[in-house]
């Protein structure tokens, strides 16, 4: 007995001298993992530790990195302990193409295919490049590019009695549509466009270096476009709310003029389109490249060797998702519903009340808050 115990220790030993010089083989190292993931079903990307209710894509993250053999256990429950950082905090139900985390992880052998093979098929690492151990992916990044996918439908004007599936987005609307998308470019103060910032909050001052949107195109019988938009960092929910104010000038249930309104110190109350249609395409290291990008050691944060992963992920599982989505749970289609209830005009008849040069008050009530813009 005493022998047979005798055997065990040593084995047991054995065993943990095997795993002392696994990770000696393998020494912790900062780098960078390109993800895709679609965000249905899952609270958004970041993880509430200690709330098992609520699922997030870095709880079916951690789950893989520990089970891989990446980090060791006890660094699960504490992230602080592998220096994790997302680059973007993408909320409930928003998926992405191109996210990028920051961690120290041990570079084990073939560690891409080990790390997918415990994560389920709808959340993809495409990439890995290590960085300098400083690096901090929130912090260092210049950019973020998204894209928002939804039905062409939504830009029919509300007098108009549309089928959603035969609408056809016009080249005037369209244009219609960018011009407005334009006005958002530069600098301007978006505490309408989140919640719990006050108009002085030199915080929701956010600087937008371009948002268009593309060609509309037809899937599943249903025409759908994609609107782009590249900004230094977007507050919660901001895309969506510029999304929705357009969405609703186009549409005819808000004059131009409230886009102007919305950047001042008055409460103005813009509506917040869907999350389904919301992808992070892209993050941006400019400033890191050019420092690091080229010293010999570290590679730049470039994906061009993935693109093609990347525009297979979202053909697979991202794009299918939002069009199969929308035509099960409509809604797109649910959320114009709510459109007549939101008041665009009681702040602005207040000031024009206020203002000696203003028409009279009958001419304001007669112009139902679409100015000159309703066709």
């Known amino acids: 007995e005493e022998n047979g115990h005798q055997n065990k220790k040593l084995k047991s030993n054995e065993d943990e001298e095997d795993a002392e010089d696994q990770n000696k083989k393998s020494p912790k190292r900062k780098i960078v993992l390109l993800m895709a993931y679609s965000g249905k079903g899952y609270h958004g990307m970041q993880r509430n530790v200690g709330s098992s209710q609520f699922k ?41 193409a191109g996210q990028i985390v920051s961690l120290k992880v041990r570079l084990i052998d073939d560690i891409l295919e080990k790390i997918n093979n415990h994560l389920p098929s709808h959340i993809r690492i495409l990439g890995l490049k290590r960085v300098t151990g400083g690096f901090n992916s929130k912090n260092k990044c210049d950019a973020r590019t998204y894209s928002y996918m939804l039905p062409t439908f939504a830009f029919a ?10 609408y056809r987005l016009d080249t005037e609307t369209l244009e219609r549509v960018n011009k407005l998308l334009a006005c ?15 108009p002085r909050d030199p915080s929701a001052k956010r600087y937008i270096m371009e948002m268009y949107c593309g060609e509309p195109f037809v899937r599943e019988n249903m025409e759908f476009a994609v609107i782009k938009v590249k900004g230094q960092s977007f507050m919660m929910h901001q895309i969506r709310k ?20 919305s950047w001042g110190e008055e409460k103005v109350d813009v509506p917040k389109a869907p999350g389904l249609g919301l992808v992070l395409e ?3 290291f400019e400033k890191y490249n050019r420092r ?32 199969n989505t929308e035509r099960e749970e409509k809604s797109m289609a649910n959320w114009l519903n709510t459109l007549p209830i939101h008041d665009f005009n009681s702040s602005a008849v207040e000031m024009q009340t206020n203002n000696k040069n203003s028409k009279k008050s009958s001419d304001l009530e007669g112009s139902d808050g679409c100015g000159d813009d309703s066709d």
């Not at 004007?157 to 035969?166: A, F, G, T």
């Not at 958002?184 to 006050?198: E, P, V």
């Not at 929705?244 to 102007?260: C, D, H, N, T, W």
């Not at 080229?294 to 992920?313: Q, S, Y």
């Open 56 to 96: 997030t894509i870095e709880d079916d993250l951690v789950s893989a990195l520990v089970q891989s053999g990446c980090i060791p256990e006890n660094h699960g429950e504490d992230m602080k302990k592998m220096s994790f950082q997302r680059c973007a905090r993408t909320d409930k139900g928003v998926s992405a």
């Open 292 to 323: 690091f990008g080229n010293d010999g050691l570290h590679e730049p944060l470039e994906w061009t060797e993935e693109e093609e992963k990347i525009a297979v992920f979202k053909e697979q599982y991202i794009y299918p998702t939002i069009i």
């Open 242 to 261: 510029m999304i929705g104010l357009v969405i609703a000038i186009v549409k005819g249930y808000a004059a131009e003029s409230i886009m102007e309104r």
């Open 184 to 198: 958002y470019k530069g600098t301007h103060n978006f505490h309408n466009f989140t919640s719990q910032k006050g």
């Open 157 to 166: 004007h509300k007098d108009h009695d549309v089928q959603e599936e035969l």
């Open 282 to 284: 892209k993050v941006h």
